[in-house]
């Protein structure tokens, strides 16, 4: 049971480059989340899909786009990566919400700078 | 759009003694969720406790509690005999509502030195 997984753990790139970042979590969980962490910002979140299908723009949305591939997996694409966009990037997911307090599961996080 | 204020970048405290971590949070729903998260040097996210907002009882986890103060909207992290290995940025976390997918807002983290 490997829970979330994210590749690469660390990318380097250029200013306009595209690239994919991607989880996948074999908890048959409902819910996927993608957030970002900057130095002494906390965690934002950047997209969601609260189940296979759908997915929806969270705090920090701009210059991300992201794909719900089936249940297990959820990607997130930078189409032309900016310095703005280095920081470190962590997937999660959840069993589902409503009156049960399920936690989120975090992968170990990618560190992507760009240059 | 719901936040959350941990107002202690950093915390020092000795093996064996006992720290408290500030939350303050901001909402105007009636039923929620919190949570404390530990972040070591790995990066890993670990959850270290969790509290329903309807319950009155606050939550325990071994050497981890909480103090939570609904009127307040405050939820405080107790860890009692610290050890080394509690050394982590800490981060207080409120569940967004439906309408957001149930998302986590976290705060900005409470990094926590333990020294010997």
């Known amino acids: 049971n490997a829970g979330v997984t994210q590749t690469p753990k660390f990318q380097v790139l250029k200013t306009g480059q595209s690239m994919t970042l991607q989880c996948a979590q074999d908890m048959n969980h409902n819910s996927m989340y993608w957030y970002r962490q900057d130095p002494g910002m906390g965690l934002r979140l950047i997209y969601y899909?609260?189940?296979?299908?759908?997915?929806d723009k969270g705090e920090v949305p701009n210059g991300y786009n992201v794909s719900r591939l089936n249940k297990r997996e959820f990607s997130l694409r930078l189409e032309s990566a900016a310095p703005s966009q280095t920081s470190v990037y962590f997937c999660?997911?959840?069993?589902?919400?409503?009156?049960?307090?399920?936690?989120?599961?975090f992968g170990p996080g990618t560190r992507l700078t760009v240059t | 759009a719901q936040t959350v204020t941990q107002s202690q970048p950093e915390m020092s405290v000795q093996e064996a003694e006992t720290v408290t971590l500030s939350c303050t949070y901001d909402?105007?729903?009636?039923?929620?969720?919190l949570f404390w998260y530990k972040q070591p040097p790995s990066r890993q996210m670990i959850l270290v406790i969790r509290?329903?907002?309807?319950?009155?009882q606050n939550a325990t986890e071994n050497r981890f509690s909480v103090n939570f103060q609904k009127a307040a909207k405050s939820f405080s992290l107790k860890i009692s005999d610290s050890q080394l290995g509690d050394a982590a940025m800490y981060f207080c976390?409120?569940?967004?509502?439906?309408?957001?997918?149930?998302?986590?807002?976290f705060g900005k983290g409470t990094s926590l030195l333990v020294t010997p």
């Open positions: 509290q329903e907002a309807y319950k009155q």
């Open positions: 899909s609260a189940s296979e299908g759908t997915t």
């Open positions: 909402t105007s729903e009636s039923d929620y969720y």
């Open positions: 999660a997911s959840s069993p589902a919400g409503g009156q049960n307090i399920y936690e989120q599961y």
């Open positions: 976390a409120y569940r967004s509502p439906p309408n957001s997918g149930y998302a986590l807002n």
